[in-house]
């Protein structure tokens, strides 16, 4: 993915879960009303992660067939809207996350069941690029895949003598690249997905390693009690690796970027935030944390409300965020520079109709979901007191 040389408009897009990380309660019903409602939103790219331990087996090169033909339903409804998918090979490197990984998988340093096992012994590091070339065969002939993400946010923290996890890393980026490219007829790119706080920009890896990289991936989050600072990493970290990745002719994405749902203010805000930062500085895509429709509770950083697949105001944020500047303010449905009292009794009059129906109003439909309903109430809440 080479950066162009004139501004253009953010690529927009959503990092898609599902509970169990297999994909089985995502019916073609519900892929077909998420992926609709999200092409008509300005959504044109939609991450699918494949978690190493839903796709193999706990016994070594036995591997699940189920995740992949969901994976190829998602593939096929995507194909059928226009839509664009990223398949994921996501890691978690953290010691916790044994849940990640096949039981077979043991670092021979600890004899812990970890993912840096792939780094620390050259036997798991073949199992994993085994599970890699089984993913790709399998899934290479769909059009609709846009990228492969080799790896997310890898990191590292014990040291042991005679052992470069930073080389074996950066080693394995490019032995997984070649061989994706050799198994992918389509030539699709390759990213990894770094943590900013993790990354060559913190000084995790060489700067050097994403030459071999077609684009580059950072998942940045903000602080949420101060928008001027990261949760993890610094602005500045971020800054350098938009400067660096566009000297090289190369495309920088936010591969995951949010906030938690506690507060949907906060929320919203926060994305706010962040594509202020991302139009300044000419970020190439945006992939949202997180949409998850079949168990919306799970995920708390969910810009999903309800297993209806209703949005959550902070949706829209990401929905709009290409549009031109025009003065006027969300949640503003009277047209008089402020949210107030009338919006909220346009959205009440209106209240419980559809679009089609009798009484149904478009300008109370808040959302733009064709209904006027809670959630209408909720957008409007959510701006309340804002002015331009």
Known sequence: MPAEAAQQKIRLGVNYLSDGNAYS???????????????????????????????????????????????????????????????????????????????????????????????????????????????????????????????????????????????????????AASLIKNLDSYDRPCTVRFAIADSPWSGEFDLSSINSLDFVGVNVYVDLKNFDRLAWGSWSMVHQAIRDTHARSKQIWWTEFGAWNDDLAVQDDAFKAMFDVAKAESVDGVMAWAWQSNDPSAERYNICMDSSGHAAPAFYELATSNNPPTGSVPGDLDGDGEVGLFDMAIVSTSFNSHDGEPGYNRVADANGDGWVDLFDLVFVSVHFGEHG
């Open 25 to 175: 309660d995502t019916t073609n019903a519900i892929l077909t009303r998420d992926f609709t409602f999200f092409k008509n939103n300005n959504v044109t790219d939609v991450m699918i992660r494949l978690v190493w331990s839903a796709v193999e087996s706990d016994i070594q090169g036995v591997y699940e067939t189920s995740i992949i033909n969901n994976v190829k339903r998602a593939l096929t409804v995507a194909d059928g809207l226009g839509l664009k998918i990223h398949i994921s090979f996501w890691t978690h490197f953290q010691e916790y996350a044994t849940w990640s990984v096949p039981a077979y998988v043991r670092d021979p340093y600890t004899g812990k069941q970890l993912t840096l096992a792939i780094v620390r012994s050259n036997g798991m590091k073949q199992a994993w690029l085994n599970m890699v070339k089984y993913v790709v065969t399998q899934l290479q002939p769909y059009r609709a895949i846009a990228a492969w993400h080799i790896m997310n946010e890898p990191m590292y923290w014990d040291t042991f003598s005679g052992l470069d996890q930073k080389a074996n890393f950066q080693t394995l980026w490019r032995e």
